[in-house]
């Protein structure tokens, strides 16, 4: 929003202050600043100057040579603007003077020098109005400077709309203005109304809130005989600097008083709209509104009727064929107050903000809108005296809010501030501000003032932020707290998800990723991966983007695509959520997993599980001190691998899957790489015991290896032979795989048995006979030593 | 025998002259020191000489015995020094420019300045607090005092599910579960990923995350906030951050600021980034809602807080200079292999 520091000072004085520095607390104690703009400030030298003579261009139909008179002497002018004539006083640059910033020197136009220039609004800068010359009144002072005249200069800033939603008090400029008294400690003016009272005898208009769950109040004023047309030009600047268009004096007068005291007003042609009804319709309809667009006005839309026939959307947009025109000399005044959430809605549904909806959104104070009639009449009677007003102040007011009354204690303040703040500066600040305030004895008694008591102000604590504010947050001493501190652990969640990413990143060179909770449907099909069946947003950016994931995988097989040209080999992981349907509540079963992806071009497929194997048990070991465990099973989801995916098992519980991909898949995400994948479920992981630490004494004495080289017979694993050696003696103390080849369709495996003694130093007699009876035991079941 | 001593002499040197490699030297200490060596065949010669003879002839060989094995030693030793020296000379010098392997892994950033923010709160007594991302009503608007009618829950702004539950907008969402974890006094911060339902751009993303943290206790102030704010915010940037306070409107917490630091680009000069205010918004905070200390189960009467929230994507585009918020979730190992460190 736009204000104008010259409006303020309609209503509180400012002088010799140093508006930057007031413009700068602003921010810091009512809402944030977000420009400072000089206006006129550009303009030198530019004067009411009377066109005396105007002659046609000898060679162009659109020049003229004037003589102009800019009070000190006569100058000549080449001039294009259409509407020149003798006689005319227009705003006028002397030659060396500057206009919009621009330098205006002796310039030969079309041959003929020109030393000066005459003047459009848009050219001064303030309208848009560019048609043609400013026409000036017959009764301007030649040679007077036109800042002088008109309000020019001024210094506009615009505020953070967003920074005003609480406020609704602040959506007009006789608020900020409130807050500037407030700021500075100076007095503010009462805003000057015209009594109505005088026409109590008159008619009242017909108003019918029918619907008194969304109308609050509803004011209407008729007035008669407007003779004049055009605002005055000081009203049109403050119009134009504050982001408004002149249009018509009524038109002008209802935005101007919106703009000075919030209440959105709207003038019906009294020709066209002479009784009211507030109320919704049962159907849905079309509706025109002024800006001439046809739209869809539905069943929940609160809209403004006059004899049953709708006429304006109620706090968002007149209707366009009750539009107030150029020739309207008699109209019906609305100053109403709706349902805040209604008119959002509405304006959301109708794709139509406006400014009244703006300030309509932010609950208005409903006691403003017999004021806002008076200063109306106000404005209206100081431009067009003849203007009659020919009804009752007609008010049909059927909401109030509850007047707010707060009382709180000295020690509150204290306690909420952490520093010492004088109950007459307290008492100072709230008055300034309207409120009604006592104290005796420490204990305050606050009355809220109806603009802030809509939803603003309500509790005790929403009075400490008025006290602070104005007090300046700069000028809080600050200090720690006097709580005592205890130590905190982290929670094993927290120390297993950063122990794991630790673990891949530093000692397998893997790269953490971010995805989204959602399955991307696009992705996953160009992938080949069928789409799962899951919980669905209802309001997705695209429909591709709907279901949420039910894992890791299909979001890192993506991730894993889209960068084939980042490496010949690379691994990538993610900690993320996904979503495992319904529980029986009815509530998404969230889980918190780690996925992990591997690509090679190097590697085979098989060597690359086996890594991914070794990651995962290296997980297990490095977190939790726990042997995880693996069992071939089937695919839970298409795009595994039916023979090769696997179970991660721990401590009696499943932890999750690893798995290489269904060859078509696999196919789909690079033809020349291998790749695989995995997936923990991290909340199990972190509630796994700790495996814990027995500390073994190590042997003083060197150990013995034996190597035996195995042939395996179909469909053996590993996992089949161990207890051939489980349970062989206390010498032997490790089992592990050395060499593993097929040779001629045979699974050969060569293992390292590794035996010591605390005692003594082995020797292989000593060992023999253990190493035979593991051999006779691979006998038995089929396995056989390599030559 | 004088004689013959001078004599083995001469021809050892002779022939030591000659022997300019370890084997020649050993042939040599075999021919003189050897079991069978002339020197040592001198040695046993002198068991037939008088005691007068055996005195003074057993001196000088002695003598010439100690001068060749000096004289050999000496002659092994510059041997290998020589053999070392053609050994070095002959050596490949490694082209230590080459380029080399050894890439590491990555964190995300978001991990990394995640994990900077907890240590500087767990130092200062802050729990953190992990919480699900997909939330109900209450937990993420009702139980934070957010309005029925309030803008954040139309459809526009949150993503809603076919069941009823949405995706959090704001960590704050956890606020009610932890005040009623801990009660009062609590410290806690609790980061997380959180959603809104808009078009994404260079600048704005549906996903990403904050850091919310509150702190309650008897006599929580608005001083103490500062304090605290000013605090971290300086750990964060390893640098002492100014800070100021404007008032700013949150339902979860009144009053309610907007807190700024001064400009890290140009120090509060005023430049592009800050708009020329020397100042750039960087969180939303303020004194805890007594409403939401009510819902969590603590008497606003007895206790008050604060309650901060820091945009943690935000953090890591300013500090990294990210200009595109779309990178981080975009799994572009391109642009998150870089982040190597913590």
Redesign the interface.
């Given at each position: 929003m736009l204000i104008s520091m010259n409006w303020i000072s309609d209503f509180v004085d400012l002088s010799g202050l140093d508006l930057p520095a007031l413009i700068q607390r602003f921010?810091?104690?009512?809402?944030?600043v977000?420009e400072v703009m000089e206006m006129g400030r550009d303009l030198r030298d530019v004067v009411a100057g009377k066109i005396l003579s105007v002659e046609n261009h000898p060679d162009s139909k659109k020049l003229h040579l004037l003589k102009v008179d800019g009070g000190d002497k006569i100058y000549d002018v080449v001039c294009g603007a259409p509407n020149v004539r003798e006689g005319l006083i227009v705003p006028f640059v002397k030659e060396g003077g500057m206009v919009a910033g621009q330098e205006i020197s002796c310039a030969k136009i079309a041959g003929y020098e020109s030393h000066g220039m005459c003047c459009s609004e848009h050219e001064l800068g303030i309208s848009a109005d560019h048609s043609g010359l400013m026409e000036l009144p017959e009764d301007s002072p030649i040679g007077k400077d036109i800042t002088e005249i008109y309000a020019i200069k001024d210094t506009v800033f615009e505020v953070d709309n967003k920074?005003l939603?609480?406020?609704p008090d602040l959506w007009g400029h006789y608020g900020i203005a409130r807050e500037f008294a407030a700021l500075t400690g100076r007095e503010l003016r009462p805003l000057e109304t015209v009594s109505l009272e005088a026409f109590d005898q008159l008619d009242p208009i017909a108003i019918d809130v029918q619907d008194q769950e969304l109308c609050f109040r509803y004011t209407g004023l008729k007035v008669r005989n407007i003779t004049k047309n055009v605002s005055p030009v000081n009203m049109r600047i403050r119009l134009f600097y504050c982001g408004s268009r002149a249009i018509n004096l009524l038109a002008d007068l209802t935005n101007y008083l919106m703009l000075e005291m919030g209440q959105p007003m709207h003038a019906f042609d009294c020709a066209k709209v002479d009784r009211i009804e507030v109320k919704r319709f049962p159907e849905a309809f079309s509706f025109t509104t002024l800006d001439g667009v046809e739209r869809k006005v539905d069943e929940n839309t609160l809209m403004i009727c006059s004899g049953g026939k709708p006429v304006a959307v109620a706090g968002i947009m007149g209707g366009l064929d009750s539009e107030i025109e150029g020739d309207t000399d008699s109209l019906l005044l609305e100053s109403a107050n709706f349902d805040?959430?209604s008119v959002?809605k509405s304006s959301?549904r109708l794709g139509l903000r406006t400014d009244a909806s703006m300030r309509y959104e932010k609950t208005l104070d409903p006691e403003m809108t017999v004021p806002a009639i008076g200063r109306f009449m106000k404005l209206l009677l100081d431009v067009d005296p003849e203007a009659q007003v020919i009804s009752r102040l007609t008010d049909v007011y059927v909401k109030h809010y509850p007047e707010v009354e707060l009382t709180f204690d000295k020690a509150y303040v204290d306690?909420?501030?952490?520093?010492e703040i004088e109950n007459s500066r307290i008492l100072d600040t709230l008055r300034s501000l309207g409120f009604g305030a006592d104290c005796s004895a420490d204990r305050f008694t606050v009355k809220v003032p109806s603009w802030r008591a809509t939803k603003d102000v309500t509790?005790?604590?929403?009075i400490?932020?008025e006290i602070?504010?104005v007090y300046g947050?700069?000028n809080?001493?600050?200090?720690?707290?006097?709580?005592?501190?205890?130590?905190?652990k982290?929670?094993p969640?927290?120390k297993t998800d950063?122990f794991v990413?630790d673990i891949?990143?530093?000692s397998?060179?893997?790269?953490?990723?971010?995805?989204?909770?959602w399955a991307d449907a696009k992705k996953a099909k160009s992938l080949g991966l069928e789409p799962e069946e899951n919980?669905?947003?209802?309001?997705?950016?695209t429909p591709d983007h709907e279901v949420?994931r039910r894992s890791m995988g299909p979001t890192l097989l993506?991730?894993l695509q889209?960068?084939r040209s980042?490496?010949a080999e690379?691994?990538?992981f993610e900690i993320g959520?996904v979503?495992e349907g319904?529980l029986p509540d009815?509530?998404?079963s969230?889980r918190?997993k780690l996925g992990i992806a591997l690509y090679s071009r190097v590697k085979t497929e098989k060597e690359l599980y086996f890594q991914l194997i070794e990651m995962v048990k290296a997980l297990g070991r490095g977190v939790k001190r726990q042997e995880f465990q693996l069992a071939n099973a089937s695919a839970a989801y298409g795009w595994q691998h039916p023979r090769n995916t696997a179970v991660i098992m721990a401590a009696g519980r499943t932890l999750g899957w690893l798995c290489a991909l269904k060859p078509s898949v696999a196919k789909n995400i690079d033809k020349k790489a291998a790749v695989v994948c995995a997936q923990l479920d991290m909340d199990e992981f972190a509630l796994l015991p700790d495996g814990g630490l027995t500390y073994q004494e190590p042997s003083r004495f060197p150990g013995i290896d034996i190597d035996l080289s195995l042939l395996l017979p179909e469909g053996m694993r590993f996992a089949d032979m161990e207890s051939a050696w489980v349970g062989m003696g206390d010498s032997l103390k490790d089992v592990s795989l050395i060499d593993s080849f097929i040779q001629n369709g045979q699974k050969s495996l060569t293992l390292r048995f590794a035996f010591s003694s605390n005692e003594k130093t082995l020797s292989k007699e000593e060992v023999q006979p253990v190493v035979d009876g593991v051999v006779e035991k691979l006998a038995k079941a089929g396995v056989a030593l390599r030559g | 025998m004088k004689e013959t001593i001078d004599g083995l002499r001469e021809s050892f040197e002779q022939e030591l002259s000659k022997a300019v490699s370890s084997e020649a030297v050993e042939k040599l200490r075999v021919a003189y020191l050897g079991k069978k060596g002339s020197v040592t065949e001198l040695l046993k010669g002198l068991k037939n000489a008088s005691a007068d003879q055996k005195k003074e002839l057993g001196q000088h060989i002695n003598q010439l015995k100690k001068q060749v094995e000096e004289k050999l030693l000496h002659q092994i030793e510059a041997i290998q020094a020589a053999e070392e020296q053609r050994a070095i000379d002959g050596a490949e010098q490694y082209d230590v420019t080459l380029p080399a392997g050894g890439d590491p892994g990555s964190y995300h950033p978001i991990t990394i300045v995640q994990r900077q923010l907890e240590e500087i709160f767990t130092s200062m007594g802050f729990t953190v607090e992990d919480y699900p991302e997909i939330v109900t009503d209450y937990e993420c608007f009702e139980a934070v005092n957010v309005p029925k009618d309030h803008p954040a829950r139309d459809m526009q702004d949150t993503y809603y599910l076919e069941n009823g539950q949405l995706l959090k907008t704001q960590t704050s969402a956890a606020q009610n579960a932890i005040l009623r974890k801990y009660g009062a006094p609590c410290r806690s911060i609790f980061p997380g990923r959180c959603f809104r339902n808009e078009a994404t751009d260079a600048s704005h993303e549906n996903t990403f995350f904050q850091m919310e943290g509150i702190m309650v206790d008897k006599d929580i102030s608005i001083s103490n906030l500062i304090y605290f704010m000013k605090t971290m915010l300086s750990e964060v940037f390893e640098r002492d951050v100014k800070v100021r306070l404007r008032p700013g409107f949150f339902p979860f917490v009144e009053p309610g600021f907007e807190l700024d630091i001064n400009c890290l680009i140009c120090g509060g000069e005023g430049c592009s980034t800050c708009h020329h205010s020397g100042w750039v918004e960087l969180c939303p905070c303020g004194m805890i809602h007594p409403n939401v200390l009510k819902m969590g189960g603590v008497d606003p009467e007895k206790y008050t807080g604060f309650a901060f929230g820091l945009g943690l994507t935000r953090l890591v585009m300013m500090k990294y200079g990210v200009k595109d918020i779309r990178d981080l979730n975009s799994g572009n190992l391109k642009a998150l292999s870089q982040f190597r460190h913590e």
């Open positions: 921010t810091l104690s009512t809402a944030e977000e920074s939603t609480n406020r805040a959430a959002r959301t306690r909420y501030t952490g520093i509790i005790k604590a929403d400490i932020e602070t504010r947050y700069d809080f001493a600050v200090s720690t707290t006097l709580s005592p501190l205890y130590p905190q982290k929670s969640q927290n950063n990413k891949l990143v530093q397998y060179q893997l790269h953490e990723v971010h995805s989204y909770i919980v669905r947003l209802i309001n997705a950016q949420l993506a991730v889209e960068n980042f490496a690379f691994g990538v959520r979503c319904l009815g509530l998404c969230e918190k | -």
